[in-house]
């Protein structure tokens, strides 16, 4: 079946550093989500990617979807101490958009 | 306001003690979803729905049991949990029709001793 991996499993940062993590998934996915969860909460929805090859700025977090539809990217600019949590992707593959497959998540802490 | 609601919020319970997680949405949404989030693994689909009287199987179903009676509700049953059940839940919904963001509930963490 699908699997979506994230990478890092987990990292820690100072504040003002730059975070990035990876998603890759072992099928053509139709469109990428972002989640994000903090610490004890629930995931909260980012942003959608459709297009190969499509970038999306949020104030400091910019997100890629690659070129193949099999990877994509959050990168955030100076980390604040508002950045903690968990980041997931997730896709449904090209069959259709009832099994939205989550990546396995990246953790992020951020020191002051 | 639009939210996606489960209870119990926290659960301790024993093997083979059944046990249900309700969730309820506000948002008319055809499409409604149950996770679980175990450390290193993300989170897994267990049960989906597409909308009344249809269910069908996530990556992970065995163990669980799910009913979609009416729109708004899509209750997780644990015939006879087991420890290795021990996780945190989400429900989630969206629109049926729209690829776009899932609404998560608070979570249930089920704790099976």
């Known amino acids: 079946g699908q699997q979506v991996m994230q990478i890092p499993q987990y990292q820690h940062v100072q504040e003002g550093e730059d975070f990035t993590t990876y998603c890759n998934s072992s099928?053509?996915?139709?469109?990428i989500q972002w989640y994000k969860q903090r610490p004890g909460g629930h995931p909260v929805f980012l942003i959608q990617l459709v297009k190969s090859g499509e970038v999306k700025k949020q104030k400091r977090l910019t997100f890629q979807f690659g070129e193949a539809k099999k990877n994509s990217s959050l990168h955030i600019t100076a980390t604040q101490t508002t950045d903690v949590g968990t980041y997931f992707c997730a896709g449904p593959p090209n069959t259709g958009f009832q099994k939205l497959v989550f990546g396995t998540g990246t953790r992020l802490l951020v020191s002051p | 306001e639009a939210q996606v609601t489960q209870n119990p919020r926290y659960l301790i319970t024993v093997t083979g003690k059944k046990l249900t997680v309700t969730c309820s949405q506000n948002m008319n949404h055809e499409y409604m979803s149950w996770y679980r989030q175990d450390p290193g693994l993300g989170l897994r689909q267990i049960y989906y729905s597409m909308n009344v009287e249809v269910t069908d199987k996530g990556d992970v179903p065995e163990g669980y049991k799910v009913s979609r009676k009416e729109k708004r509700n899509f209750p997780l049953i644990l015939e006879s949990p087991s420890p290795n059940q021990t996780s945190l839940y989400f429900c989630?919904?969206?629109?049926?029709?729209?690829?776009?963001?899932?609404?998560f509930g608070e979570g249930s963490r089920l704790t099976v001793l």
């Open positions: 989630a919904s969206r629109d049926r029709d729209s690829p776009r963001e899932l609404f």
């Open positions: 099928t053509t996915l139709s469109n």
